[in-house]
């Protein structure tokens, strides 16, 4: 054996599992060369979760990343003869309408995403899985590009390995542990093993259930537990004797009973003559801290699989021989059974891309075999270019802040998590119920006397509707309608419409405290935000002036919308979304580092809370409460400017701006003083107005756009409607990027707003949308895709109760973009009729007495 490497230009901590031999493979094919891959284990893994793996994949997901890695995955499985495509089930049981429900959901956002799962029935189910109890079933959703990795992923991961290692690029080293990263001035220079250091200026974390132990060494910690997860073997089965084949049936997921069956092919082949079946505990889930995994010297079987008690499982199992009784009569294999460990996350998404403590260290963690060929791509696309295919906010490790990184709330919010594995349906709107009340705003005890209807973002409690304010049902009833299916009406609070409607007839004021605030300060801070933004920043631009802008990646892509405030000549405030802020902090301290801005960047959120006065009488009422009231008249306090006021003896710094399209300011102020300046508000007769009207319903009349949301990094400025007037002359991130979009006759695509037609489904029952929902050619039937290949669905969407209609954006081939143009939507596998009410940035709703914040 060659000797130990001294140096490299990047180490895969946990080279033995599908993550890790994936992106080394990706990587090579980047062109990166001289990489060391180390693991704890044997190469491919025999402790790791890939080792017991049950290897299926299945394409449905209402998250559009993950379809993408997951049919990256599988296309990259079968190109190398490691996939049998057999098509997967999941069914609804008779009476289990909910599930049948989610199975129509899941057909609607595969369209939306580009997979092929449709609706089957009870009949045709049976035809495909003859193990199946037909009359127990009403239903089925048929995935034609499910299947099994062949023979196994372990397998295919010692291939990939062998095949990285014969390039000559890759250094493979089994049983040699990380024991340790080293770490000068926050960025990564090597990690220690027991065979010696490595030198490199790239470590990437590939060690899955041990992940959390590798980020310990680097002072931080990664929002993921380990989770039992019983599997279970009955046989023998020998229906495909002879037959070669590591599966014979297609899959089987029985979600309702939170459970998966599959058969393991050919009594000869490594796994076969046996039934698979796998359960995820849905009253008791057992999580397990990685640093009480066993040693492999210590376990009856491996590290990651651990022993497990029929009383586990013996109701589950009951329910399951049900629906399949085969597994009743044959034999159960104890000695093979075992709990097999997995990862889940404390919101459901990956932990990916690079440490926001140590720069040069990078993670990818808690992926499954499904999507790791996708993961490997997506990863070494990040770090050779900086940026991915799709948009990477919802994977990227930067969006957890500190707090969300604390051991109690990891494993309460990961507890939480277990249980939604595969039972229940998890609603588009659906909040976290542990590890809440992480931040309150100062009005936080007033909002609960008003029955405030709490959610949570960024770990504020948002307030998104009051029930003191149930009286405005009675006077907006005909405006506001009543939500008669349940799932259209779970987790809406019908009075938020009706608090929209007095906002626009008088004034309200909002709770706007979950603002992640930046404060940028030093000698180079007017070059680091110009360097950062497209908008003009510094310059001329007068202390006292709010700036609305945009950061891009390298190829153009909006990765953030935000407003930069000039305080001073050499200082800044930014006022950022509270779930896209710490991301966009993480990239504007990285830009320090890599340019060398003499700056200091400080999180200002919980220090500052914020109300937002609008309305027709905003000025009206708040003229009382000012120390200079005719300060506040619109020729003194010119739009987009802020400056310093006096409110009910309150020092306010007063923004006038709107994202609800009224009149009136953002009012910004010290945490501790902001209960005076909500009495006096509440004494004067403000109605307080919940969130949703902000967030959701004002927003989509206003044509606004939100990050992560309908700016994407997939999609240019000019194509969300965003252009602005002149390119300023200095340099940005993006720049070269954007000129050339700009000089481009047309694009692609085009953000349209679009507009219900008629929301009634096929029962007469009015329908209120959530989610991403196909935009398809009613001629056709089909789901329309640019030029670029990217499918048309539904960023945003929510009832307008000002316009009386369903409102919602999406971006549209430039073929169909024309006001009025006739389409159709699909939600729960149904077709619903929409018209294009605008092209680009153009409001439906827009009042005479102010313009919009863009």
Known sequence: MSDFPANADVVIVGLGGIVGASTVHHLIERGWTRIVGIDKSAIPTDIGSTSHASD??????????TCYTTMYSINFFAARDRYDRVGGLE???????????????KVTSGRAFGTRAHMIDAAEAKRRFPLLEEDVIQGALWDPDAGLVKPRSQVFSGELVDEAVATGHLSAWPNTACTGLIIEDGRIRGVETPRGRVEADYVVVCAGLWGRLIANMAGE?????????????????????????????????????????????DPKTPEGGQIEWGYYEEKAPRLVHPRDILEKDQARLSPSQRDLEMEQIIE??????ELTPILGELGYDEKRSFNGLLQVTTDGGPSIGESTAVRGLWYAESVWVKDGPGTGKVLADWMTDGITELDHHGIDIARYQPFQREADYIEARCYETAFKVYNPPVHDREPYTAARDARRSPFWAREQALGAHFMEGGGWERAHGYESNAHLLDQYAERVP???????????????NAEQLKLSDDVGMINLSHFFIIDVAGPDAEALLE?????????????GKGIYTHFLDAKGGVRADLTILRLAADRYRIIDGGDTGHRDLIWLQRMVDDHGFDVRLTDQTEDFGCLGVWGPNARRVLKPLAAEPDALDADQFPFAHFREITLAGVTVLAFRISYVGEQGWELHFNYDDGLALWDALAEANVTPVGIETYANSRRLEKSLRLQNADLRTEYNLIEAGLTRPKVKPADFHGKSAYLEQRNQASQPAYLCTLGMVDNRD?????????GHLPVVDPGNGEVLVDAKGRRSFTTSIAYGPTVGRNLMMAYLPADYCEAGRELAIEYFNESYPVRVESVGYQPIYDPDNERPRS
Not at 56 to 65: E, G, I, K, L, R
Not at 91 to 105: F, Y
Not at 762 to 770: D, E, I
């Open 56 to 65: 299926f994949c299945y394409a449905t997901s209402h998250d559009p990343m």
């Open 91 to 105: 069914v609804a049981r008779v009476g289990d309408d909910e599930r049948m429900e989610e199975l129509k959901r």
């Open 221 to 265: 910690d990664l929002p993921i537990m380990p989770l039992d997860h019983p599997l279970t073997f009955f046989g023998p089965y020998e229906a495909f004797a002879g037959t070669g084949k590591d599966i014979g049936y297609p899959l089987l997921r029985d979600q309702g009973n939170s459970a998966y069956l599959r058969d393991t092919g």
């Open 316 to 321: 589950p199992l009951e329910k399951a021989m």
């Open 482 to 496: 009543v939500r008669e299916n349940e799932w259209d009406n779970r987790h809406f609070w019908r009075v938020s």
């Open 531 to 543: 360097y950062a933004s497209v908008a003009k920043v510094g310059g001329d631009t007068p202390v």
């Open 762 to 770: 096929q029962r007469g029952v009015a329908r209120y949308p959530l």
